[in-house]
């Protein structure tokens, strides 16, 4: 190696952690916690984006039954996921750092475990100031950090008007949904636009498969218009699988027999990869779960955790290849507790997760050896799939010091068109 390259490589060197930690990412939490629900008036949990001055409420389980304190601390982020520069008394009012104090032990349930509330805003931290990305963070008594999630909070300063439709590339018109914007600023006045206005795009949910930075292609009087292609294209994947369980005992939607062992096990029908099928509609959710249990007063302690016993057809075309469950029961983590293991006796891969009781969506999807997601590898990829779409707009005046949300547009793909 000569010395030029000697002097790149040194530099590579100390570029990469800037490169690599410079964007904030969401951190999983240990085997002992799981059902983190964060949500804000829905019933169901998913990606919160609230209104300013909107209640956010963040709930958790912890199965290690120890009762331990937990704390809580908010950060605020530029659009892109970079630590913002305004210092925690310009975003929030009151104090973070807490002891989550709400917290309740199950009730008549196999698996015993602590069940965690925090709603903000609370008498310690009184309300979030400003609008623009943010991330809370749980903390254990050693001050380790357990989990953290990230949320948005946007002001209704302008109307994002959003539709679905196919897209124009005709090598992905059967496989691929595109996203069009028209953003009307009324009451407020959007300087330089192009440089000054971020829109964001999210499918079902997940912080994954964003597609970011999307500049206006032109203004016509107060509105930006995006009409991209390929700029804005989402893969449509297909509708999600599902299971209820709400009922331990007994076998319900998607599940063919249960078991009672320490803990309830349930066996799900073996599943089929549906890439190479037709498009078929089935109602789902979009990804999400919802906890449920058929004779509880407060499905929050009183929904047991139960096995849930994954099958999926060994076709030719996945033996070799990572195969791994997908949704946001665990907010869209891949990792070892999400991988199929092939049984080659049985032609099938097979997975076993603990999950709280409800009602669960989830799909298979392939992680390639580069870490990339195929989400349509085993599902497919269909125009027809019905996907929620939701368009977050960042605006950073000049000079100002952080990224507002000025605007939120939310839509479906099931009117798409052409």
């Known amino acids: 190696m000569n010395m030029h390259s000697k002097v790149i490589k040194k530099i590579l060197i100390a570029l990469l952690p800037a490169l690599v930690f410079s964007q904030v990412q969401e951190v999983n939490p240990p085997d002992y916690i799981k059902t983190i629900n964060f949500k804000s008036n829905t019933p169901e949990t998913q990606l919160p984006i609230l209104k300013l001055g909107e209640y956010v409420v963040l709930e958790f389980d912890a199965l290690n039954g120890e009762e331990a304190d937990y704390y809580y601390k908010i950060e605020h982020f530029n659009f892109d996921w970079t630590p913002s520069t305004l210092i925690k008394s310009e975003f929030l009012s009151g104090f973070d750092n807490q002891r989550i104090r709400d917290y309740e032990n199950s009730l008549n349930t196999y698996q015993i475990f602590s069940h965690y509330k925090l709603t903000i805003p609370n008498q310690f931290t009184k309300g979030l100031l400003v609008s623009g990305n943010y991330m809370i963070s749980v903390y254990n008594d050693n001050d380790e950090l357990q989990f953290s999630r990230k949320f948005m909070i946007y002001e209704d300063k302008t109307a994002v008007g959003v539709s679905v439709k196919r897209s124009r590339n005709i090598e992905f018109i059967e496989q691929k949904q595109r996203v069009e914007l028209i953003i009307t600023s009324n009451n407020i006045q959007l300087n330089n636009p192009t440089q000054t206005v971020k829109a964001v795009i999210i499918q079902n949910n997940n912080l994954n498969n964003v597609i970011t930075n999307i500049k206006p292609q032109y203004t016509l009087g107060n509105q930006l218009i995006y009409r991209y292609d390929s700029e804005t294209s989402f893969w449509a994947g297909n509708e999600f699988l599902f299971f209820e369980n709400k ?131 085993v599902s497919g990829d269909f125009w027809q799939t019905e996907n929620n779409y939701k368009v977050l707009v960042y605006y950073r005046d000049l000079g100002a010091r952080y990224d507002k949300i000025i605007g939120l547009g939310e839509a479906s793909s099931v009117n798409i068109t052409n």
């Not at 076998?251 to 096990?265: P, V």
């Not at 946001?328 to 709280?356: G, H, Q």
């Not at 050896?369 to 590898?377: E, F, I, K, Q, S």
């Open 247 to 377: 009922d331990v005992r007994a076998a319900n939607t998607g599940i063919q027999f249960i078991d009672l062992k320490d803990l309830y096990h349930n066996y799900l029908y073996t599943n089929i990869p549906r890439a190479k099928m037709p498009y078929t509609y089935n109602p789902d959710i979009n990804g999400n779960y919802l906890i449920t249990n058929v004779d509880a007063d407060d499905a929050s302690i009183e929904a047991d955790y139960v096995w849930i016993h994954f099958s999926l057809r060994g076709d030719d075309f996945l033996i070799n290849k990572n195969v791994h469950i997908y949704g946001n029961f665990n907010n869209y983590a891949i990792d070892d507790s999400t991988r199929m293991i092939f049984d080659e006796v049985n032609n099938r891969f097979i997975n076993t997760m603990l999950l709280k009781q409800g009602f669960y969506n989830y799909k298979y999807i392939v992680v390639n050896d580069d870490g990339t997601v195929d989400d349509g590898a």
